[in-house]
């Protein structure tokens, strides 16, 4: 059921207000204290916020499965993975007032030859990532290597929302590409990539229209996109994460590129690298899983209608022009 249209738009007011408001303010507060407003918010909204954190809960037992039984130890990873999420945002808002020399020390880089080796292709590259660690970070540490660096967007549906979202992905370095509308989308990442330019495309919303693959031991539709992107630009994927360790230290790592099978079925060229890269994300999910974020994946594969994540839908077509 749609909500009004006044109630849609005095939601979105409110949330840029606060945002904007709290950026003001930012700059101007000693870090202990914002981590410790971040760390109090995290807290208080993990017991108000009930209907997420069962969502979470949920989807914690489906990757854990009979792994942790105690119901002590589940909690406590629930708070884990809800107290991360809060610190991704502090970060990446940290990251908005930050200097190139700051963001490379905030974030450490391991991998970033495979990057330049894949660049030396002049086909540009398709950077795949998850909702895990501190993903809003990639953008902005590569930018600081003077790597030119685009992020697909799936936009919320308030236009001077996104365009405010827009503005601060830009003070980082990162240009934003908006999923929609498809074909728009489509000829700015194949501009991108004919640039050499790096974009984005994080992968781990499962839902209807995509590929059946194995996930967190269960079948669910998996976007084709990036793999379509890669058949018909050549264009390689690397796989992209940024991780926390047990003190907070964030790492950007970079995996060589993903050796995909080409073959004259297309289809069936598409269903065996769609799984393939799905079991990437698989096993970077089991590896973190206080680092997911757990609301971008529902039980039955559909995602929230106003999620946040990136996604791609790239036409199959051999013959479709190119920009």
């Known amino acids: 059921m749609r909500r009004p249209k006044p109630l849609f738009s005095l939601r979105y007011r409110f949330g840029e207000y606060c945002m904007r408001g709290f950026l003001e303010l930012f700059p101007h507060l000693p870090p202990r204290l914002l981590e410790a407003v971040v760390d109090c ?103 600081a290597e003077g790597h030119s660096f685009n992020a697909l967007v799936k936009q919320p549906r308030d236009r001077r929302f996104a365009q405010m979202n827009d503005e601060y992905r830009m003070k980082v370095g990162v240009k934003t590409i908006s999923a929609k509308p498809r074909r728009t989308s489509v000829q700015q990442m194949l501009r991108a990539l004919r640039r050499n330019e790096i974009v984005l495309v994080v992968s781990d919303e499962f839902k209807g229209g995509g590929v059946e693959v194995e996930f967190l031991g269960r079948t669910a539709p998996a976007p084709r996109g990036p793999i379509t ?58 590896r973190y899983p206080d680092q997911w974020s757990w609301l971008g994946f529902r039980e039955n594969g559909t995602p929230e209608e106003e999620s946040s994540s990136f996604e791609t839908s790239v036409p199959e077509q051999e013959n479709e022009p190119l920009p």
Request: glycine share 6%; net charge positive; charged share 30%.
């Open 229 to 286: 992107l890669a058949l018909r630009t050549g264009a390689p994927i690397l796989p992209m994460f940024v991780t926390r360790d047990d003190q907070d230290r964030l790492t950007l790592s970079i995996s060589p590129e993903v050796e995909l099978i080409k073959t004259r079925d297309r289809k069936t060229a598409i269903a065996v690298n769609v799984a393939t890269i799905s079991r990437v994300l698989d096993a970077m999910v089991r």
């Open 41 to 143: 918010s995290a807290r208080a909204t993990f017991v108000l916020l009930r209907k997420h954190r069962k969502r979470m809960e949920e989807t914690l037992l489906t990757v854990t499965g009979a792994e942790i039984g105690d119901a002590n130890n589940r909690n406590r990873l629930l708070r884990r993975a809800w107290r991360n999420f809060g610190r991704s945002g502090y970060e990446t808002a940290r990251a908005l007032f930050s200097s190139r020399e700051q963001i490379r020390s905030m974030v450490q880089l391991e991998g970033e030859e495979h990057l330049r080796q894949a660049l030396e292709k002049g086909k540009g590259v398709i950077a795949l990532s998850a909702h895990l660690g501190n993903f809003t970070m990639i953008g902005p540490r590569l930018a």
